[in-house]
């Protein structure tokens, strides 16, 4: 959403996580909307008070941006709140989007000590004059944006603005921008100024952290983990790939970021942890009737496939890789086992199709369609026959 239209009785703004409205007496409302903002915290102890942390908020701004403040304003603040909090210059406006035991668990994976860290301040809760203001430097960004990208093109800067953030008072706007090397932008800092009249915070993002912010599903029919829950970005090589016996196909393998999935790495550890029990064979297996080819490998389910003819897929057959193993040390010792069609089968889920239950005809009732069809027969039965011609056979 890029700010409040009149036009429109509500309209959710998913950046900041709340719907905004205008109620019948002109007023403007914003409502904390969960679920809806990205790297959403679930709070699973609601309603628990901790006295230690009573006063330490999470406060959400645009996207991804959000941190843990104190309530130095004496006021009782809660979930939803929307609420005026310090800045480096001026002040912001956020929504509380945490409170409780919770917060605690938060300042601990982002290695925040209460004890000396210096937090900034909520000073009150939002007015609607503050809330007003915010709706208007929301409705900038976009606007703002698309200049910002005019004008870094006109200066040839080789960087590529994503996104912008107007702070709650409108005196100050981030701009997220993205470059491959290093970008001298003290000229261009200048030119924004004049242009916009604001005072401008230039902050560099990766191509990952770009995707976290502008947010978007996945081929799996999810939200994008980067804007989910992903905060730190782990690096990801073709050898998680590998290792998986993934196709290392780029079009596959790359994310809307363009880079590798970050889903690649979920499940390395246990196919590395399971390729660490299959043995390496980089020869046939002997048997009496025979040599028998690796042909393919089930990782998981730690199941070898062979066949004897090294150029046919049509006769495979299973063996577990333990088996596989003390085959290869029988060979080491000179003994052939009799036959690999004679081994049983290894026991295992096997994957089961649902195509065709799915049918768009399954809940059809059969009585019906054979009534239909035998009413069908009998008409045309019962009907008159064309007199046949002259000189045809009766």
Same mark, same amino acid.
């Given at each position: 959403?890029?700010?409040?239209d ?9 950046s ?6 205008r109620?019948d007496?002109?007023?403007?409302k ?38 843990i ?12 709140d ?7 210059? !001026? ?13 605690a ?26 809330i ?10 976009? %606007?703002?944006?698309?200049r *910002? ?12 603005? !994503?996104?912008?953030?107007?702070q709650?008072?409108?005196?100050k ?6 470059a491959d ?13 004049e ?19 502008? !947010? !978007? ?7 994008l ?17 590998k ?16 880079k590798?999935?970050?889903?690649l790495?979920? %499940?390395?550890? *246990?196919?590395?942890? *399971? ?38 897929? *049509?006769?495979?057959?299973?063996l ?27 026991a ?6 649902a ?23 009998? %008409?045309r ?11 045809q056979?009766?």
């Amino acid at each position: 959403m890029e700010g409040f239209d009149t036009n429109e009785a509500k309209q959710f703004d998913c950046s900041r996580g709340c719907i905004v409205e205008r109620t019948d007496e002109g007023e403007l409302k914003c409502t904390y909307r969960p679920g809806c903002c990205k790297l959403e915290v679930y709070d699973w102890l609601p309603g628990v008070l901790q006295e230690k942390y009573k006063n330490y908020f999470e406060v959400r701004f645009k996207n991804t941006r959000k941190g843990i403040y104190v309530n130095a304003s004496g006021q009782t603040v809660k979930m939803g709140d929307l609420v005026i909090v310090e800045a480096v210059n !001026g002040h912001d406006l956020g929504i509380v989007t945490l409170e409780g035991p919770v917060v605690a668990r938060q300042m601990l994976c982002k290695k925040i000590d209460p004890e000396t860290a210096t937090l900034k301040r909520i000073y009150r809760k939002a007015k609607l004059f503050d809330i007003e203001k915010w709706q208007e430097a929301i409705a900038r960004e976009h %606007e703002t944006m698309i200049r *910002a990208r005019q004008i870094a093109a006109e200066m040839g800067l080789e960087m590529k603005i !994503g996104d912008v953030e107007f702070q709650g008072d409108g005196t100050k706007a981030i701009f997220y921008y993205i470059a491959d090397g290093r970008v001298d932008f003290r000229q261009l800092i200048k030119v924004f100024a004049e242009e916009f009249r604001i005072r401008i915070e230039m902050k560099q993002i990766g191509a990952r952290q770009e995707a976290g912010l502008i !947010g !978007g599903l996945g081929v799996c029919g999810r939200e994008l983990c980067c804007s989910n829950y992903i905060s730190s970005f782990q690096s990801i090589t073709t050898a998680s790939a590998k290792c998986q016996d993934l196709s290392l196909n780029p079009q596959k393998l790359a994310g809307q970021c363009g880079k590798l999935k970050c889903c690649l790495n979920y %499940e390395t550890a *246990a196919y590395i942890d *399971a390729q660490s029990r299959i043995p390496k064979i980089s020869n046939p297996l002997e048997f009496q009737d025979g040599l028998a080819y690796l042909m393919k490998t089930d990782i998981l389910r730690e199941i070898m496939y062979f066949s004897y003819d090294p150029k046919s897929f *049509a006769n495979l057959y299973p063996l577990a890789a333990s088996e596989a193993e003390e085959i290869i040390r029988m060979n080491r010792r000179g003994e052939k086992p009799e036959s690999l069609k004679t081994e049983p089968e290894p026991a295992g889920l096997e994957f089961v199709t649902a195509v065709g239950d799915d049918s768009i005809t399954r809940f059809d009732d059969n009585r019906k369609r054979k009534r239909k069809n035998r009413t069908n027969r009998q %008409e045309r039965q019962n009907r008159p026959q064309k007199p046949k011609k002259n000189g045809q056979n009766s």
